[in-house]
């Protein structure tokens, strides 16, 4: 791990940065949680979380919003996981919000609960009071996030301000805020697809099998394989048909699309990354598609 | 393979989203579907070339004014080394944005157009690359393509350059003559300019030697968090009491003599713990776990040191500020929270010595107070001892921010100077 001349691997100066900012949450806030969805960047986040307080537990509830149209063996992993950990798993309720009239469930074939997280997960923060809540948002994943602090504010509406955000320097971190108002906490930031399957080869850890190549029933729209699934509204010309495909990222099955894929380990994975030519979200969410500003908007209001 | 931070300085005008968007899409850290993205808005512009300003320039509002706002992390890597790219704003309002990219760089290229030269915003991107102490300094000569890749204005740019930057504490500074936009000493050396004898701009950033940039000799732990087990079911934990932090400085082993401050007590390294076991040694940047063979009351905020090399305790510092907010100015008795290492105290503005043009390097004694993007030296008055050292010898235990507590916000970076 370290070479006799005191250089420090990519990866080993990345966990520490990752190690140092989730301290730093556990020692400023009063209720942190750290949403755990079961996907790759989440599952890493939370190893770093289990390194950075060991030997003690994990000092913070974990939280998913659950759009109740993920898939099912990441479902699986993320209460599995959770238990090994002994940790508290908060799951907010996209179906929860819409049956209590705090959103409406969208219609039409491309329907989907993805935007509907926003109010699901804000309203989870209220109600627990979360002060601090840790993403695994990368800087690399798209241009608005490349923008985006280590700890970074939001006021009582959880709105982001992308044009007044607050200077960050060296490895110092404010974490004032008032009442009402949070922080998210984006420890992965400075950390590529690349680097978190590295990390994931050499931690030797664990993931949803989806994202290994297997087979699938799937459909194409818009040049993305869709799952096809009863919660995806799909059209009779668009015909269902089996493939071996795998995830190149885990979100609500309406909007992650699967990638023709015969990666069966970590180390082929990698191997077909390192050769890709389109970023993991332009393969996969339709929802970063909506325009050229999709995330930016998103984000000012609250979402991940 | 490690990673080596820098900060670009320049405006749009200078080419520096231009040599970024280079850099990415040279290594091939730009993807199809980003290129194509950045293709489609230049058609819809009307632009002639593909404007690889688009690549980084990424919120709405920066698009639509066609300037960069506010810092942009971007990554790239090469079998040598990951790159992380802290894009700084060039304007002169967003001298904040410099400062923060500059606080964690290992270099700093500073974009000077070769039809220009030496113009004022160079001068004060390079003083405050200087004064962050970023230990590398790149002056690329972009758009040679304009002056028919002269050697002779490349060299009256080093010159006029090389006697400005006299005048400053410049560790180590080159001169790369390039174009950006037809990558010429970019990536690899131009065919262009056979008479520059140096390496391209990649080749300098691959190679640079930046271990050694790191303080390896003074040992600094901030203490950040004490970690205690207490319903561990291993009962062998029921004692256990571990000194969580980052390692600012120096080097540590089990079984060295360390002090506690501030308590001044001393004591030895137990071991230094991790998840994946125990380290023979640690140095920064690591994140690690003490325990000490005594049983000392420490807690988040202390320091760990060497008994024979030590930080200064200070309650009165002297530093040079940087003020970022817009709305307070900073002037005596001005009353700020400060955050250093990893403690937080409040501060009250004792004096403001003068305030330093980045321009012409002349101080105003006279100058009330410090507005927004200015820099001055003040006296700050703590209501707990800090351990601090002097900011050019170590950027971790010199530096501090000031946050504003009436709105929470981040208004001014310091570095601490004259603290021994």
């Known amino acids: 791990m370290l070479q006799s001349d005191y250089t420090t691997s990519q990866l080993d100066v990345l966990e520490a940065e990752a190690i140092h900012v989730m301290r730093e949450v556990a020692a400023e806030f009063e209720r942190p949680c750290l949403l755990f969805s079961g996907g790759k960047d989440s599952i890493v986040m939370l190893r770093i979380a289990e390194k950075a307080f060991w030997p003690a537990p994990i000092p913070f509830p974990l939280m998913h919003v659950d ?56 309203d989870a923060i209220e109600e627990h009071e979360f002060d601090a809540v840790f993403g695994g948002a990368r800087r690399d994943e798209e241009k608005a996030r490349a923008k985006e602090r280590m700890f970074s504010f939001r006021d009582d509406f959880g709105q982001w301000d992308p044009k007044n955000q607050r200077p960050e320097l060296w490895n110092l971190y404010n974490a004032r805020i008032r009442k009402g108002e949070h922080i998210r906490v984006f420890p992965l930031s400075n950390w590529t697809e690349l680097d978190i399957w590295d990390y994931i080869r050499r931690e030797g850890i664990e993931i949803p099998s989806i994202y290994y190549a297997h087979t699938r029933k799937v459909f194409e729209r818009d040049g993305m394989l869709l799952a096809d699934a009863d919660v995806v509204n799909r059209d009779e010309d668009e015909p269902a048909f089996e493939t071996v495909v795998r995830y190149r990222t885990v979100g609500d099955m309406t909007c992650t699309g699967a990638v023709q894929s015969d990666a069966a380990t970590v180390e082929e994975i990698i191997a077909e990354i390192a050769a890709t030519r389109i970023t993991e979200r332009g393969a996969t969410r339709a929802d970063d598609r909506a325009s050229e500003a999709a995330m930016e908007d998103r984000k000012k209001e609250g979402y991940f | 393979m490690d990673i080596l931070r820098f900060a670009t300085a320049g405006s749009v005008d200078d080419g520096k989203s231009t040599l970024i968007g280079r850099l990415l899409f040279d290594s091939k850290a730009i993807f199809e579907d980003q290129l194509e993205a950045v293709e489609r808005t230049s058609r819809d512009r009307g632009t002639e070339y593909t404007d690889l300003s688009l690549l980084t320039d990424g919120l709405r509002a920066e698009r639509e004014q066609g300037i960069t706002i506010d810092v942009a992390y971007r990554y790239f890597a090469t079998p040598k080394r990951k790159f992380i790219i802290a894009d700084t704003p060039g304007h002169i309002q967003y001298t904040r944005n410099m400062v923060t990219g500059a606080s964690t760089a290992d270099l700093a290229i500073v974009l000077i157009d070769a039809r220009k030269g030496v113009v004022e915003q160079s001068r004060r991107h390079a003083f405050l690359t200087t004064l962050l102490r970023v230990p590398h300094l790149v002056l690329a000569v972009n758009k040679m393509d304009l002056v028919d890749y002269s050697k002779e204005r490349f060299e009256e740019i080093r010159e006029e350059f090389t006697a400005f930057a006299a005048k400053l504490n410049v560790a180590d500074l080159t001169f790369i003559p390039i174009s950006a936009l037809h990558g010429d000493n970019v990536v690899s050396r131009s065919e262009n300019m056979p008479w520059y004898q140096g390496t391209s701009l990649l080749h300098h950033l691959e190679n640079l030697h930046i271990a050694s940039d790191r303080n390896l000799v003074d040992v600094r732990f901030p203490v950040q968090y004490v970690i205690r087990p207490q319903r561990a079911t291993d009962p062998a934990l029921h004692d256990y009491r571990g000194y969580a932090g980052q390692v600012a400085g120096g080097v540590l082993k089990p079984g060295d003599e360390v002090m506690h401050l501030p308590s001044g007590l001393v004591t030895r390294v137990a071991a230094i713990d991790t998840f994946d076991g125990p380290l023979e040694e640690a140095f920064a940047p690591m994140s690690v776990t003490l325990r000490l063979e005594d049983d000392i009351d420490i807690s988040r905020g202390d320091m760990i040191c060497r008994p024979n090399n030590r930080p200064q305790v200070a309650q009165d510092l002297q530093a040079m500020v940087c003020w970022m907010s817009d709305g307070l100015k900073l002037g005596p008795r001005t009353k700020l929270v400060i955050k250093h290492t990893t403690r937080t105290a409040r501060a009250l503005v004792r004096d403001l010595h003068y305030r330093l043009d980045v321009n012409t390097l002349h101080r105003d004694e006279s100058a009330p107070s410090l507005g927004l993007n200015e820099i001055g030296r003040v006296s700050l008055r703590v209501t707990q001892p800090l351990f601090v050292d002097d900011y050019a010898r170590n950027r971790l235990t010199g530096g501090f921010i000031l946050i504003d507590e009436s709105t929470n916000g981040t208004v001014g970076a310091g570095m601490i100077v004259d603290a021994r």
């Not at chain 1, 990441?74 to 009239?101: C, H, K, P, Y």
């Not at chain 1, 993805?114 to 699901?120: A, D, G, P, S, V």
Request: hydrophobic residues 35%; glycine residues 6%.
């Open chain 1, 67 to 122: 759009t109740g149209h993920n898939f099912s063996e990441v479902i699986e992993f993320r209460d599995r996981r959770a238990a090994e950990l002994n940790t508290r798993l908060v799951v907010a309720s996209v179906q929860d919000s819409i049956d209590a009239g705090r959103v409406v469930e969208e219609t039409g074939r491309r329907a989907s609960r993805n935007r509907l997280q926003t109010t699901t997960l804000l």
